[in-house]
């Protein structure tokens, strides 16, 4: 007990002291510099395709489609890839790639320093969002909260990569929801910037982008300031991502056909084999027999391929809708039951691993409760906060539901789970055990 009566009295003495608040800082910086060392080390050691014998990343080996468009850019052809002997000017949205290329031509082209600057400057971001909330015991808030967001290693490192949109998605979307809680006096204009980064960022976030713009406005009329102003930056955003798509191939981007890859990418969940393997081995390894469907003869138009393969996957559609239905199914169950690691790959003698990821369990188990505890405080409230947590996640996983999702895919909404539940569930819980005589 002298030890509680103790930290209560330490924890009253820092409360609310700036000069405390930028100590916590520190500690935090040199916390995320060793995690960033020591994940970068891991991943170089496993992929070392990736950096020089000096550590310097070799941009045109990153994974995931992007290694191209990089190569492109570093020679000033701009965001162009080839597949299927064709140009394709669209097949990526374009925030990753510009400014993974930017870190590497004006600050750094050492892998180690890349990923540092990254993470740090959207860690930074997302602490000082936390001092910005209105709590007693602000400081334990934000030490907890900051526990919360990178204790789970399968999260943690999923967000410090840089070579796939979860990267950096990862991040905006906790900002995203936590500037939605806040009562900054510019709120709305930094949640632009967010939905503005989202959009460009990862072509399926167009539903959630469009989705909370229209909440924006329904929860903002008559009451607070400028509640319009992400559907602005979103429509604005389409207008110059359209404009540059006519430019360089002749069709106005918009909406759904936001990058021409899609479709191809979608046919991976839509054919005879997808459920018999999914989710225990990746639907990448269907990639070289969908590649093979494509007629010899066909226009050689990124906008036209990905038509035929549209039309591929609503066919597979309309004659298989069980199999589209269990597949469905499957994808439920890696969002809240699969504690298994991403879909493998066969190796060389076609033996697949099955290794319990356990950090997973975690992971399920906070985001059913935060289903449940959303939707019963909003049938139980009517509340606007609960509803935006409800479209968020409604709209945020709707496009992985049309298509496929990994676990990695999750690891946002995994992380905004334990600190919706920390913060609405079990904060209050804890001052007012502190705050016991």
């Known amino acids: 007990m002298n030890i509680i009566y103790r930290s209560k009295n330490i924890l009253n003495k820092i409360e609310n002291s700036p000069l405390n608040f930028f100590i916590l800082y520190l500690i935090f910086v040199f916390i995320i510099i060793n995690l960033n060392f020591y994940f970068s080390f891991l991943y170089t050691d496993k992929f070392p395709s990736i950096v020089d014998e000096n550590n310097n990343m070799i941009l045109q080996n ?21 597949y299927f002997d064709t140009d394709y000017y669209v097949s990526r949205m374009p925030l990753l790639p510009l400014l993974l290329n930017f870190l590497h031509t004006y600050f750094s082209k050492n892998f180690f320093v890349i990923l540092l600057i990254k993470n740090l400057f959207f860690l930074s971001i997302i602490f000082f969002i936390l001092c910005s909330f209105k709590k007693e015991k602000k400081i334990l808030f934000v030490f907890f909260s900051l526990i919360l967001f990178i204790y789970n290693p399968h999260n943690l490192s999923t967000s410090l990569s840089f070579n796939f949109e979860e990267g950096i998605l990862n991040y905006l979307i ?3 929801c936590l500037l939605y809680l806040t009562d900054l006096k510019w ?27 229209v909440f924006y406005i329904y929860d903002g009329y008559k009451i607070k300031k400028f ?14 991502w359209g404009i540059y798509s006519y430019k360089k ?3 106005f981007a918009f909406g759904t056909k936001l990058a021409s890859y899609n479709a191809f990418t979608l046919n991976h969940a839509y054919n005879d084999k997808f459920t018999s393997l999914y989710p225990k081995i990746s639907p990448d390894t269907l990639t070289v027999e969908i590649e093979n469907k494509l007629p010899k003869d066909i226009d050689r138009n990124e906008w036209v391929i990905d038509k035929f393969y549209f039309n591929e996957s609503i066919e597979y559609l309309k004659s298989n809708p069980k199999d589209v239905f269990l597949g469905i199914l499957k994808k439920f169950q890696v969002v809240f039951l699969y504690i298994y690691k991403d879909s493998q790959f066969p190796s060389e003698n076609g033996q697949i691993e099955n290794e319990i990821r356990y950090s997973n369990i975690f992971n399920k188990i906070f985001f059913i409760l935060f289903i449940f505890f959303i939707l019963k405080n909003y049938f139980s409230f009517r509340d606007s906060k609960n509803l935006f947590f409800i479209l968020a996640t409604l709209f945020y996983f709707f496009p992985y539901f049309v298509g ?6 999750c690891t946002s909404f995994y992380m905004i789970a334990t600190f919706y539940l920390f913060n609405e569930n079990y904060y209050n819980r804890i001052l007012d055990f502190l705050n016991k005589d």
């Not at 509640?227 to 110059?240: C, D, K, N, V």
């Not at 496929?404 to 895919?409: L, V």
């Open 174 to 176: 906790i900002i995203l």
């Open 227 to 240: 509640f319009y102003l992400p559907l602005i930056f979103l429509i604005f955003s389409s207008l110059i």
């Open 249 to 251: 191939t002749g069709f």
């Open 62 to 82: 990153l994974g995931f489609n992007f290694g191209q468009i990089l190569g492109n850019l570093k020679i000033d052809e701009g965001l162009k890839a080839n």
């Open 187 to 213: 709120k709305y204009f930094y949640i632009s910037l967010t939905i503005t980064s989202i959009f460009f960022l990862k072509s399926s976030m167009i539903f959630l982008c469009t989705i909370l713009c």
């Open 404 to 409: 496929f999702i990994y676990t990695r895919h």
